[in-house]
């Protein structure tokens, strides 16, 4: 939405900034065109058994959960995937960029998987979800 001062959108206002290629793939876009995000997402719709994603802006990405044909209570939980999956792409992002740590798939979906389970087990209505209903996105309605 351009409103975060991303590097990309720092370039695009005339700010000098050092480069605006991504450090995970190497090529200059926005952060949802990335290589290894399309990847994250592929993966997402497999775990979460939803058609694959086309995004073209974060708003998209954020909208998903109303195209799903879910359940109310479940499709919030597809939505607290979608928001942990934005933040764990831009936390490893940030992990590379300023620790120098590398990228793993297995690690950031590892991460999507444990706070998504986390945040709907302790801050949604699923007081009877278990980790293995969570991890596999299976969720008693």
Request: aromatic share 14%; with cysteine.
């Amino acid at each position: 939405m351009e409103r975060i001062p991303v590097l990309f959108s720092l370039a695009k206002r005339g700010i000098s900034v050092p480069s605006v290629v991504c450090p995970i793939c190497e090529e200059e876009h926005l952060m949802i065109s990335c290589d290894f995000a399309q990847m994250v997402w592929s993966v997402i719709t497999s775990w979460c058994k939803v058609p694959s994603i086309y995004a073209f802006s974060v708003k998209d990405l954020l909208e998903l959960h109303k195209y799903t044909f879910f359940p109310k209570r479940k499709a919030k939980a597809f939505y607290v995937v979608c928001l942990t999956t934005i933040w764990c792409i831009w936390r490893a992002r940030n992990v590379l960029v300023f620790e120098g740590k590398s990228v793993s798939l297995n690690n950031v979906m590892g991460e999507i998987k444990t706070l998504s389970f986390l945040w709907v087990k302790n801050r949604g209505k699923h007081l009877d979800l278990t980790w293995d209903n969570g991890s596999e996105f299976k969720f008693t309605l």
